[in-house]
């Protein structure tokens, strides 16, 4: 079983930059592979990037591509989305997911609460 707790969103002006934390429990996650997702209201859930178990795997949504960045730090239990360039479009809710690589949700079988991130005009 692995819990996961996303923080770090928030209101930013376009243009900005966020960096979201997931962190999580359970000596097992520094073998799982963990994607973010985020959702807009309205929307379905859209995968924005994951990142292998050992951190030197990335994927990225081409919304995304050149702005985000995911890391991870396993000593740490914890996975970083550093969001630059941020765009009105870019406001969602944004989760972490684990274990997995896949752009589907469906795939995953853990998840965060989400953290909010709002960014004006």
């Known amino acids: 079983q692995v819990q996961l707790v996303e923080s770090g969103g928030g209101l930013v002006q376009a243009g900005g930059s966020l960096r979201l934390s997931c962190a999580a429990s359970?000596?097992?996650?520094?073998?799982?592979?963990v994607g973010w997702f985020r959702q807009a209201p309205g929307k379905e859930r859209e995968f924005v990037a994951s990142i292998s178990w050992n951190g030197r795997s990335t994927y990225y949504a081409d919304s995304v591509k050149g702005r985000f960045t995911i890391s991870r730090v396993n000593a740490k239990n914890t996975v970083h989305l550093q969001m630059n360039s941020l765009k009105p479009e870019d406001t969602a809710v944004y989760y972490c997911a684990a274990p997995g690589m896949s752009t589907e949700p469906r795939d995953y079988a853990y998840w965060g609460q989400g953290t909010q991130v709002t960014v004006s005009s």
């Open positions: 359970g000596s097992t996650f520094s073998n799982y592979n």
